[in-house]
Nanobody
């Protein structure tokens, strides 16, 4: 059974930092892209960041460029999202995703972790 388990969410003041982790298990994730999405109350789920299997290709939403950094440890099958200079508008449930490519046609999803940024 495939599982993606996120951790690291919480409450932080504006300007602060958080590091999210997502540990994957249940299958081989060789050549899978991994990424992060988020969903704020009343809004659709949106793309945040992603990286290729090698980690050499990284993609970011414009709203987080320069503030968030995605990385992965393939030995641990874990992907991270370092979030700096957090803003209240970053408040959302953050979901980890894994798919064969960054088209995200049929991704595996984690259960989500809440990030709340207070002003």
């Amino acid at each position: 059974q495939v599982q993606l388990v996120e951790s690291g969410g919480g409450l932080v003041q504006a300007g602060g930092s958080l590091r999210l982790s997502c540990a994957a298990s249940g299958r081989t994730f060789s050549n899978y892209a991994m990424g992060w999405f988020r969903q704020a109350p009343g809004k659709e789920r949106e793309f945040v960041a992603a990286c290729s299997w090698s980690g050499g290709n990284r993609y970011y939403a414009d709203s987080v460029k320069g503030r968030f950094t995605i990385s992965r440890d393939n030995a641990k099958i874990t992907v991270y999202l370092q979030m700096n200079s957090l803003k209240p508008e970053d408040t959302a449930v953050y979901y980890c995703a894994a798919d064969r490519d960054t088209g995200w046609v049929r991704p595996y999803w984690g259960q989500g972790t809440q990030v709340t940024v207070s002003s």
